[in-house]
């Protein structure tokens, strides 16, 4: 009877080993289920961070270089208005013997000094039309293309100037109308064409104050 009870005991034992290492074995793998659901949260959480600081960075780069572009816009500006305006007709400025010829070209010009930009647009455009073999002719281009500028209208200062430049290259204006052709191609967003006018005023002109300013601003456009 002993011998049966023992047997039947060693059985049971028996039968609930397997139930044990089962329930064992589960409990191994909901810990590991886990621990891989919380390092791919780990893994999820400081990937949104990271987006988050790169995304912070490439707006922090956008601010700083729309800064500089308004910036160079700003100083170029002021440059080229100033160049323009400042410039003095009669300092170094050829004069003709024609009476009418010099006449219609200083009346272009004052009214450019005194800020009528259209006007002087207007009487500049004539004076080209009617005098294209004239001395004052390059001149007449450039206070065209500036008054232009200064009217914002970049694409007509831009040509004006270009017929200045290929007309007569070695004029003492030709940096200069180079520097406001610059300032046009800034205003339209062209600042890869602005940069090559910038660097064509230090290659062809240099040690001219045009030049000095075209290296600055090329500064500011890296």
Do not use: C, W
């Amino acid at each position: 009877m002993r011998l049966f009870s023992r047997s039947v005991l060693a059985a049971a034992l028996l039968a609930t080993l397997p139930l044990h290492a089962h329930a064992f074995a589960d409990d191994e793998s909901r810990r590991a289920i886990l621990e891989l659901r919380q390092q791919i949260q780990q893994m999820t959480e400081q990937n949104q961070r990271a987006r988050l600081q790169l995304a912070d960075q490439i707006e922090n780069l956008s601010q700083e270089i729309t800064r500089l572009r308004n910036q160079v816009e700003h100083l170029d500006q002021q440059t080229a208005q100033a160049t323009a305006r400042n410039a003095a007709p009669d300092d170094g400025t050829p004069r003709v013997s024609d009476e009418q010829e010099q006449q219609a070209y200083d009346d272009a010009i004052d009214h450019f000094r005194n800020g009528r930009y259209r006007e002087a647009a207007e009487l500049m455009t004539a004076f080209t039309a009617l005098y294209p073999s004239s001395a004052l002719e390059p001149l007449a281009r450039f206070y065209l293309g500036s008054s232009h500028y200064a009217l914002k209208d970049y694409k007509a200062a831009i040509e004006s100037l270009d017929a200045m430049l290929k007309s007569a290259p070695t004029n003492p204006r030709a940096p200069d109308a180079l520097l406001v052709i610059a300032g046009s191609q800034i205003e339209l967003g062209d600042y890869a064409a602005a940069k090559t006018s910038l660097q064509r005023i230090v290659r062809e002109y240099p040690g001219t104050p045009a030049a000095e300013t075209a290296n600055n601003r090329l500064q500011l456009l890296r």
